[in-house]
């Protein structure tokens, strides 16, 4: 049995139990668990072990960039998923972290080795924005209470706008199916100057101004 979360600030450690609690976590209920239950089996088996990876801020430096909103980094080429620890010599991270970077993880291609597939349609600022609704939606979803500080606040609330509009399928197929044509409507709607309009300013974690182009898009 994996370990219980009650909120998404909980700290998170190199223990077994911790680690196969969050991978519960990221397998239960969610509006995104059909699309995400395919992946988790032959993901996690790449990932090739059952603790999360935690360490010191030196050794991240030494393994590649940090994301300063998650305390992690995840290469799904390399492959390879590192957290930096929160407190030095505590070797723990976050719950919301912990979860948002194993929803990268199962993200398409499941077997790793390429980037995200999706990536290149949504970019840092859409992709970001949807990981961090996928994390957050599971949360709600389960009865866990949020991370008390939003992570990637605004590109989470662009995303959330287009969902509004679009549903969770064509976000869910692209993600966690590999299938960037399911994306086709957001083009249909917006024309590709609009959705790299949308996405730079998702990316500029300029809310506003990309509520702005989706609003003044009314569709064709």
């Known amino acids: ?17 911790d680690f196969i609690g969050v991978c519960q976590l990221l397998a239960g209920r969610s509006p995104w668990q059909k699309f995400i239950a395919p992946n988790v089996d032959p993901a996690i088996k790449k990932y090739g072990r059952r603790t999360f990876n935690i360490v010191s801020a030196e050794t991240f430096g030494r393994r590649g960039r940090l994301d300063a909103e998650t305390m992690a980094y995840t290469d799904k080429v390399k492959p390879e998923m590192v957290f930096v620890e929160i407190n030095k ?26 980037r995200i597939t999706a990536w290149g349609f949504l ?18 979803e389960q009865g866990i209470t949020q991370y008390y500080k939003p992570v990637y606040g605004e590109r989470a609330a662009v995303v959330r706008k287009l969902i509004e509009r679009f549903d969770v399928g064509p976000f869910g197929d692209a993600l966690f199916g590999g299938n960037v ?27 506003a101004k990309a509520i702005e182009c989706i609003n003044n898009h009314p569709g064709r």
Do not use: C
């Open 123 to 140: 970019d840092d600022g859409l992709g970001e924005g949807l990981t961090q609704v996928v994390t957050e939606d599971i949360f709600a």
């Open 181 to 207: 044509k399911a994306l086709q409507p957001l083009l249909d709607a917006f024309g590709a100057a609009g959705m790299r309009q949308i996405s730079t300013l998702a990316t500029a974690n300029n809310y």
């Open 1 to 17: 049995m994996g370990r219980k979360f009650g909120s998404a600030s909980e700290r998170v450690s190199v223990f077994e139990d």
């Open 89 to 114: 010599g505590g070797a723990e991270t976050l719950a919301v972290s912990a979860l948002h970077e194993l929803v990268h993880w199962v993200s398409h291609p499941p077997l790793q080795g390429h």
